[in-house]
């Protein structure tokens, strides 16, 4: 496997910085610490632009390519997250959560070490032409910062042509990559659901509207969308997540409220998701003589790989660990990521790693493999040499 020897030196500093990451969780955009951090390592690596506060907390290094160029130097952009997830860490890890209630339960302290392991590799060697951007995201899980920071002139303030991800992957072995074009994590949509009845004694119904009865008819019709609604060589998901209603064990509650979300590879889909659960939400209500309101939002978009930038990912993941070990036409999941609207901005293309077999993203017990730094910094630092040659 030839990872790039430099890198392999630097594998125990790396991990070093993975692991006082994963220590300190912060979440959404309140990521001070590891902004601050990342902040200040690129300073110590010698980055020629160091800027922070771009999405509110993201931080951007520029690195410059030691040849000269013709005309306008290209730009790449490699994108890493730093954000936790409000979970209650169950490792048992030396260096665990000292944060209750937090902790890197997906991974984004790996891909923060690993992108910042490349950054040093390339401000120490610049074997490139042109610029490399470095970009650490807050705000993955569900606060779409990196639709942040695009509103914050991300690519244009830095004159970004292409840009690139890169995820941990359980259950993929180490050593491999995951790809595809097209279509590679589903759309995020939400939906809340307000139901009203007629609150009454549990002993009377009769002279109720039951809320409960009526958001549990909800949950289980709206799983007849999926069943016999989507084409079935489509994919989608409806899950509802939260249900809430009353506060006593004798007393039918007058609201109900249900949260959960929608998940969609194509547009046409998406659109029959929210018009039809609209149609089932109001429909069952109607049919208890309750009232119900759905508050639909589209939140992360379709994460799509562009077809060249795509192919051009897997050659240098197949450089790094062997063609035969990056599967080019990965299935999609239904899990989502905000790198879609960097995507939508930019060409560019998403890569999945393998991160053994560890416990699966968003588990208590989950862990990122130390194993997988080496290979994803030589991946980071062989698409800038290979994008950028000098």
């Known amino acids: 496997m030839p990872i790039v020897n430099r890198i392999a030196a630097l594998h125990g500093d790396i991990t070093a910085l993975r692991r006082d990451i994963h220590a300190h969780p912060e979440l959404l ?16 690596f010698g980055c020629d632009e160091v800027v922070t506060g771009i999405g509110r907390t993201g931080v951007v290094g520029v690195i410059h390519g030691r040849k000269p160029v013709q005309g306008a130097a290209k730009v790449i952009g490699l994108r890493a997250d730093m954000d936790a997830l409000p979970i209650m860490e169950a490792t048992g890890l030396p260096y665990q959560s000292t944060v209750p209630g937090k902790m890197h339960a997906c991974g984004h302290d790996g891909h923060t070490a690993m992108l910042l ?6 401000a120490e060697t610049r074997n490139f032409a042109g610029s490399a951007v470095v970009i650490f995201q807050p705000a993955e899980e569900g606060g779409a910062g990196g639709k942040a920071m695009i509103q914050d002139g991300l690519m244009e303030r830095f004159g970004i042509a292409e840009v690139y991800g890169m995820h941990n992957y359980p259950g993929l072995p180490i050593g491999q990559f995951g790809i595809r074009p097209g279509p590679l994590m589903a759309a995020a949509d939400h ?3 307000d139901i009203e009845g007629i609150g009454g004694h549990a002993a009377r119904p009769h002279l109720t509207v ?10 289980s019709q709206l799983q007849s969308i999926v069943a016999r609604n989507v084409d079935p060589l489509q994919s989608a998901v409806i899950s509802i997540c939260m249900f809430h209603a ?3 064990d004798n007393v039918i509650p007058q609201t109900a409220q249900l949260h959960g979300t929608a998940r969609s590879l194509t547009p046409d889909v998406q659109d029959l998701l929210e018009r039809r659960i609209r149609e089932v ?6 049919l208890h003589g309750a009232k119900a309101a759905l508050d639909y939002r589209r939140n992360y978009p379709v994460l799509c790989n562009h077809a060249r930038e795509t192919g051009f990912a897997a050659a240098v993941a197949g450089e790094v660990v062997g063609a035969d070990q990056v599967d080019t036409a990965f299935a999609p999941v239904m899990g989502a990521e905000d790198f879609s609207f960097m995507l939508n901005a930019r060409p560019g293309a998403f890569i999945f790693v393998g991160n053994g077999n560890s416990a699966g993203l968003h588990h208590p017990a989950y862990n990122f493999n130390d194993d997988v730094i080496p290979i994803g910094t ?13």
């Open 378 to 390: 030589s991946y980071w630092v062989r698409l800038v040499e290979t994008a950028l040659p000098a």
């Open 191 to 193: 939906l809340s659901i």
């Open 29 to 44: 955009y309140d990521v001070h610490r590891t902004a601050a951090t990342v902040a200040a390592k690129l300073k110590e």
């Open 210 to 219: 039951d809320t409960v009865l009526v958001g549990a008819q909800i949950v």
């Open 246 to 248: 009353g506060n006593a």
């Open 117 to 122: 392991g490349a950054a040093r590799y390339l």
């Open 281 to 286: 939400v109001e429909g069952v209500a109607r």
